[in-house]
């Protein structure tokens, strides 16, 4: 070692300007391209959800349950046997797209069903 790596560097030669201009100039470009990415993300999630309406069902709502013959092979065995059972009751919302129906054990399937299959009964 020598005299001079031991020397303390003043704070003006440590740091170059041109380094701090270009880390803000990338800083404000990060900044402007991720607003620039929400708004097209917005864009986006306004076109694809224009006809599609928000369904919401409470605990204690009386479903009718569709029955797909990939998840319920029993009861579809034909496309001419019903595609709908007794209405059911929601027990619990999972999610604004999932819910819990009180389906009988008999059918040996999970009980949790997506909004696009289950419809509101009206009684």
Not at 34 to 39: D, G, P, T, V
Not at 84 to 93: A, L
Request: with cysteine; aromatic share 12%.
């Amino acid at each position: 070692m020598t005299p001079l790596d031991l020397i303390y560097l003043p704070v003006d030669e440590k740091v170059s300007l041109d380094g701090n201009k270009n880390a803000q100039v990338v800083k404000d470009l990060h900044t402007k391209i991720r607003q620039q990415i929400e708004k097209k993300n917005e864009q986006y999630a306004n076109k694809a959800n224009r006809g599609q309406k928000l369904v919401r069902f409470e605990p204690g709502d009386w479903v009718w349950v569709y029955i797909r013959k990939k998840r319920f092979p029993e009861q579809r065995r034909s496309k001419l046997m019903p595609r709908g059972d007794v209405p059911y009751q929601i027990i619990e919302m999972i999610n604004d797209n999932a819910y819990k129906v009180d389906l009988p054990g008999e059918y040996g399937v999970s009980a949790t069903f997506n909004v696009f299959f289950i419809f509101l009964c009206l009684m």
